[in-house]
Each structure stands twice: as C-alpha cells, then as structure tokens.
C-alpha cells in the first residue's frame, strides 16, 4: 500500500531563517507531488506541483520553491523565511490516470510558525 | 467567483443529528466529486468519491451530485463527536488537480 510521509510536524522559525521541508512517498513510482499551504481559517492554496524529477510547477510567486530530486522525494524550500510563511503545509500526491481518477492523498502536515 | 464554493461555518450540532454540508460548483468540465474530512492538525484524507449525478452511500455517509444545478452535498446520519472536523469539496474539474472549496467546520456536541 502507498504511504506518504511529511516532517517535520511542527516548526518554529525565526524570521529570515531558511526552510526546508522533506516529504517522500513509499509504495508508488512516478506519483505526481503537490505543496498547499493552509492558512488559518482560509481553503488549501496550491504552492507547487511536480510530475517528475525535476519538474516543479509554481502556482504562487512568492518566497518559496520547490524541488524533486528524487521520483518519490518533494521538498519545500524558503533562503529567508517571512512572517507571512507562517501556516499549515501539506504535502500530497495522486497518479494520474482512469483508474484513480485524479484522487489526491495528504500527507499529516507540518505547522510552520514563523516569530 | 471561486470554482468550488463552500459555507465555511461552523455548523453546530447535537449528537444524533443528520448533517448536510453542501458545496456548488461553477465549472461544467467538473465530472468527479470527492469530500474529504480534514482534524484539526491533520492532513485531509479522502472520504467520499463519486463521479455521476445521483447518490453514493458508505455507511452513515452518503454524497449527492446534481449537476444540473451544479450542487453536491454530503449527508451524515447518526453523527457522532468524532465526526467534529472540517469537510472539504474538491473536483479535478479538467486537469489532475483538485479544485477544494474552503471547508465548512462541523461541531458534533454530545
């Protein structure tokens, strides 16, 4: 069965620290991999998208980026983190195709506060 | 206009109640409906999934879609407190990509 993992849980960072944010899946070959942000209160924002190694889709310009150096491996990066960074961030992948149907599975999320 | 829109809430209830949460969508390509229920602190995970008009029932859960006045529902019967959390409506709509509407939080009180 597929897994997916995302940690840290929680993350307290000072402003101008740098970010990063580790997500792998298990159980699965060339999944498509999303970042959203929760903001408290607000509806999932997509951040970044990837379809393979190396393929990273921005939805958000903004102060973070994204990177897939491995088929089952996302990472959320930031060089300066912003007080505006602070939210709820979600790691999630789905494989395209009929037999899915495009479902999309969540990793648990990490709690971003930035002080 | 948002493509998924949803009454963010909360919708109190007592224990027992039967819960309609509803989501209305703007977007025809929109073929597939999924419901997810998010904890607090937690990642959403799939609840419900249905493709075509009419309903689909698992257990106390049942999802509507009439996509001809664009509205999909989520009915729970019997709620419990451990049904306290918020529901999220997405669709793929023409891509691989959900569109989620905002939620609506549930409160279950016993």
């Known amino acids: 069965s597929q897994t997916i993992h995302q940690w840290p849980a929680t993350l307290v960072q000072p402003v101008g620290s740098p970010l990063s944010l580790e997500c792998t899946v298990e159980g699965t070959s060339n999944p498509n991999l999303y970042w959203y942000r929760q903001a408290a209160g607000r509806g999932l924002q997509l951040l970044f998208y990837s379809v393979g190694i190396g393929q990273i889709s921005s939805e958000v310009p903004q102060n973070l980026s994204a990177s897939r150096p491995q088929d089952r491996q996302f990472i959320l990066s930031s060089k300066k983190l912003l007080l505006s960074d602070s939210g709820f961030y979600l790691c999630?992948?789905?494989?395209?195709?009929?037999?899915?149907?495009?479902?999309?599975?969540f990793g648990s999320g990490t709690q971003l506060s930035v002080l | 206009q948002k493509e998924v829109e949803q009454d963010p809430g909360p919708l109190s209830v007592p224990e027992g109640a039967i819960v309609s949460l509803n989501c209305t969508y703007s977007n025809s390509a929109f073929q597939y409906f999924m419901w997810y229920r998010q904890y607090s602190r937690k990642g959403p995970e799939l609840l419900m999934y249905?493709?075509?008009?009419g309903n689909k029932e698992d257990g106390r859960f049942t999802a509507q879609v009439d996509k001809s006045s664009k509205y999909i529902s989520l009915f729970i019967r019997d709620s419990q407190p451990s049904d306290s959390a918020t529901y999220l409506c997405a669709s793929p709509g023409g891509s691989y990509i959900p569109t989620f509407g905002r939620g609506t939080s549930l409160i279950v009180h016993p």
């Open positions: 999630a992948w789905n494989v395209e195709g009929a037999s899915t149907n495009e479902k999309l599975f």
């Open positions: 249905t493709y075509s008009s």
